[in-house]
C-alpha cells in the first residue's frame, strides 16, 4: 500500500480521495450520537485528520476558532460536557476511517499519528471548554446585572407598568397577583447579606414553591417578595416575619437580624408598597428605639401617620410634653417612665419593672405628669393625647434634640 504524506490518504469509497467530503458522515454522526448540533465542530475534524495524515498542531487563529465555537455553544444552551462528548465522539469516528490504522501494517506510523490526534484533542477540548466557561461567566453577569435592575425598578415601582408586567415574567412574578414583601436587616451594622439571601432563597422556595417567589439584596439588606395568596393560606404578614426570621436564626447561628414585613397590595406599584413600609418600619423602630425581632407594617401605622404631619405632631409635643421641663429631675426621665407605662399596658407594676424602680416612684412620676401637664393617664381622652405625644417625641427625638422652631 502507498502512503500518501507522513501517515496517508484520506480514505473514499472505492479508494483514496485528495478531499474532505468524507468527514461530513463523520460529524453527522458523532452530533446525532452526543445531540448536540453538528455547526460546533466547526473545522474541528479536518484539525485531526491533518495532524493524522501530516501531524501538523493546530495554529493559534483555529484553536481562537474553537474556543468560539465553545461560547456559542454555551449561548446556544448546549452544556460543556455534551460539547465535549460530540468533540471526544468525533474524534474516535474519525479515527476508525483514517488511513492510517485501517491499512497501515506499521505500528510506529499508527504510533505517531495516534500521539499527533491525541495532542490535537487535547488543545481543542481545552478552548473550548475554556470559550464555554468564558460565556457562562458573562450569560451569568449578565443576567445578575438584569436581575438587580429588575429588582430596583420593581421595589421602587417603575412607571413603565406594561414593560415591568414583560420583565417580571422570567422571574415567575405575576404582578398582577397581590405580594407581600418581607425585609431583613442584620442587627449591630453589616452582615453576610448575600450569603443569607443564597441560603434563605432556598428555604422560602421550599416554605412557599418557587411561584411569585424572588429573594435578593438591596442596600444591604434581605429582600423577600412572596404572593399573598400563598401567605394567607399559611402565613399572615406578621407570620411571614417569623418565617424569615425562624430561617435567618437557623441559616445564621448567633447573628440577631430585624425583619419588617409590610402588607400585602396587588398591581404593579403592590410590591413597592409593601416593600416601602417594610422600610419605614425598620426605619421607624431604630429611630424610636424598639427592641422587636420581627415588625408588622400594622403596628407601625400609627407612627407613620404621625410622622407625616411633622408641623402638628411638633406641635402636640410642645403643648403636651413641654411643661415636663420645669420638672427638677428633667423631661427625660418623665417621658421615660410615661414611655414604659405604656409599653406595659398601663401596668405600673411591669412598668416599674422595666424601669428597675419601685412602684411608688411610678406612680409619684405619672402624678407629676399629670400635675406639670395637665394631662393624666387615667383619663381615657387625656391618656391618648400623651400616648400620641409620647411616640412623638421619639420620632423627633426630643428632648435630645430642640423641636424645631417652625414645627
Known sequence: MADDGQFGMTPGRDGPTTGEEWLTPVAVTAAAASS???????????MLADAAIHGRRPESWQLDAVRELGRRAAAQGVSARTAVDLYLSAAWRLWRQLPVVVRSSDPEKVRRAAEAVL?????AVGVLVDGHQSERREMIRHEEALRAE???????????????????????????????VALAAPRGGDGPVDRAATALERAVVDRFGDRD????????RVVVVVPAATGSASAGTGDLGSVVLAQLDRIE?????????????????????????????????????LDADVLDARQVLVHRVLGRDQAAIVDLVREVLGPLQRSRTGAPVLLETLAEYFAASDVATEAARRLHVSVRTVTYRLARVAELTGYSVSQPDQRFSLHAAVLGARLLEWPARPLPVDG
Request: net charge negative; hydrophobic share 45%; proline share 4%.
Open 36 to 46: 448536540a448540533p453538528v455547526d460546533l465542530l466547526g473545522d474541528y475534524l479536518p
Open 119 to 123: 495532542r490535537v484533542l487535547d488543545d
Open 150 to 180: 429588575f429588582v430596583d425598578d420593581l421595589l421602587r415601582g417603575d412607571a413603565d407598568v406594561a414593560g415591568m408586567v414583560q420583565r417580571a415574567e422570567p422571574f415567575g412574578i405575576d404582578l398582577g397577583r397581590p405580594h407581600h
Open 213 to 220: 417567589v424572588l429573594v435578593a439584596t438591596k442596600d444591604g
Open 253 to 289: 447561628g448567633g447573628r440577631r437580624w430585624r425583619v419588617a414585613a409590610g402588607r400585602a397590595f396587588a398591581g404593579t406599584y403592590g410590591v413597592a408598597r409593601s416593600y416601602e413600609e417594610a422600610r419605614e418600619a425598620v426605619a421607624l423602630a431604630d429611630r424610636i428605639g
